[in-house]
């Protein structure tokens, strides 16, 4: 029995030689080719191998071949001869369109309007788009903000972050207005493809909302709540009373808050609390305040999909849910490599070239 000489792979070939072997998602002939090579780095007879992967002696040879005189370009389809590929500069032309307005009457581009506008396939339009990683489907806002103050501003909060005064506290605080007691029941059902899924009922019952005020503790990422039926300047000045009543009245506090009418304008509860300072955030730009991240925290793992048949149980939902957060809190740390106060102007065309 004829046997392949076991063959040298280089490391760095065999790790991505092996990712392809058990891939899912490459093509059928990478997949095989990878696994010949596997094979036959092995040092199995090529009658075997090619029994174990239902094909012919001579084409493991010529895979092993190729790939021993090539290295792992070896295992690419040589150019053909023949009828030239079809779509010839499609990926050019998908970007430019996707940079260019829509047509009348529609939203954004997806594959079947961008195959009809081109005259192609939706399937070489998914191809192009997943070749280059752009997704038409999920979508991130933005929001710029012209605060003409917005670099000192943003300079002030960041450097509380990353270097607060010694000793000082750094608190961020904010209130998570109108947060609803919706009642609904809910539930798991099993798909027609017998999958199982969570969910809940088209139609609910409002019983009433909460405003919810927090601080967050920057160096510990302790969190302190109150839940009021409002969020006036009132209510904001009573939370604020027993956010500070916690600390020593010489304990150095600094409070990030963004500029909410309530926020500003409390000089004469300042002048009463000489160890308290607050800095607020540019104009839209409430994102600088570490707060809005526990907020979205707290509403995908307490609020959604919950049902509260009325303002109480929503009120005790709250207060466990901070309780269990309590017990494992830990400061975020500031990830945001740089900040501008504007945005640039750009289109796909320069993302993907």
């Known amino acids: 029995m004829r046997k392949a000489p076991k063959i040298e792979i280089k490391p760095k070939d065999l790790k991505t030689l092996t990712r392809r072997a058990k891939s899912r998602t490459e093509a059928k002939q990478v997949v095989e080719r990878a696994q010949i090579i ?7 007879p090529v009658n075997e191998i090619a029994g174990i992967m239902g094909t012919y002696s001579n084409k ?6 190729r790939y021993e005189i090539e290295g792992i370009e070896g295992l690419n389809d040589k150019p053909r001869s023949g ?8 990926q050019n032309k998908v970007l430019k369109k996707l940079s260019s307005p829509v047509p009348k009457g529609y939203g954004r581009w997806d594959a079947p309007l961008l195959a009809e506008e ?3 396939s939706q399937h070489a339009i998914w191809r192009v788009l997943k070749k280059d990683e752009i997704s038409l489907v999920r979508q991130r ?11 000192p501003k943003a300079a002030d909060i960041i450097g509380l972050y990353l270097n607060p005064p010694v000793n000082a ?7 998570k207005p109108s947060i609803q007691a919706l009642e609904r029941k809910t539930g798991y059902i099993q798909t027609s493809n017998g999958k199982i899924q969570r969910a809940y009922k088209s139609t609910y019952k409002r019983n009433g909302t909460l405003n919810l005020f927090a601080a967050l503790n920057v160096a510990t990422g302790n969190i302190k ?8 300047r009132d209510d904001f000045i009573e939370y604020m009373d027993e956010v500070v009543r916690e600390y020593k009245d010489d304990q150095e506090i600094h409070v990030i808050l963004d500029n909410y009418s309530t926020h500003k304008k409390n000089e004469e509860w300042l002048s009463k609390k000489p160890n308290v300072q607050f800095h607020f955030t540019p104009t839209s730009a409430s994102w600088l305040n570490q707060v809005e991240i526990w907020f979205g925290i707290f509403t995908r793992k307490s609020l959604k999909g919950a049902s509260f048949r009325n303002t109480e149980e929503l009120k005790e939902q709250i207060e466990a849910y901070v309780s269990s957060y309590n017990k494992d809190s830990k400061p975020f740390k500031w990830r945001k490599r740089e900040v501008k106060g504007s945005q640039i102007k750009n289109n796909i065309e320069n993302l993907r070239n």
Do not use: A
């Open 38 to 44: 596997l094979l036959c780095h092995e040092g199995k």
């Open 60 to 65: 493991i040879i010529e895979w092993r071949d």
């Open 83 to 90: 009828k030239p590929k079809e779509y010839v500069g499609l």
């Open 118 to 120: 081109l005259k192609c």
């Open 141 to 151: 806002s933005w929001c710029i903000s012209t605060d003409n103050e917005f670099v």
């Open 169 to 175: 506290i750094v608190i961020c605080v904010d209130e």
């Open 225 to 232: 709540t109150k839940s009021t039926k409002h969020k006036t």
